[in-house]
């Protein structure tokens, strides 16, 4: 079974920082593309980056593409969102993704940007 499991959220300061953490089975994590997603309360589920299996080309939103990088640990397996100058607007459920026979979820940590 794919588990992707999130970690790293929590409450922060306005122009704080955090890095998200997304770890799952090196067969899934150095060979498919992994995506971060978040939903805010009373939106839609929106993407925010992804990075490529192996060339490592990474596509971040416009919304956040000064602020936030995605790359990969292979050593670990781990895919990290790092986020900078966070916003309060930045407050959601964050999502690991990536499709392997399917739609694969984590089951989100959530970031709460808050003075």
């Known amino acids: 079974q794919v588990q992707l499991v999130e970690s790293g959220g929590g409450l922060v300061q306005p122009g704080g920082s955090l890095r998200l953490s997304c770890t799952g089975s090196?067969?899934?994590?150095?060979?498919?593309?992994v995506g971060w997603f978040r939903q805010a309360p009373g939106k839609e589920r929106e993407a925010v980056a992804c990075?490529?299996?192996?060339?490592?080309?990474?596509e971040i939103a416009d919304s956040v593409k000064v602020r936030f990088t995605i790359f990969r640990d292979n050593d670990k397996n781990t895919v990290h969102l790092q986020m900078r100058n966070l916003k309060p607007e930045d407050t959601a459920v964050y999502y690991c993704?990536?499709?392997?026979?399917?739609?694969?979820w984590g089951q989100g940590t959530q970031v709460t940007v808050s003075s």
């Open positions: 993704h990536t499709y392997y026979g399917g739609d694969r």
């Open positions: 090196e067969i899934i994590m150095g060979n498919y593309a």
């Open positions: 990075i490529s299996s192996s060339s490592g080309r990474d």
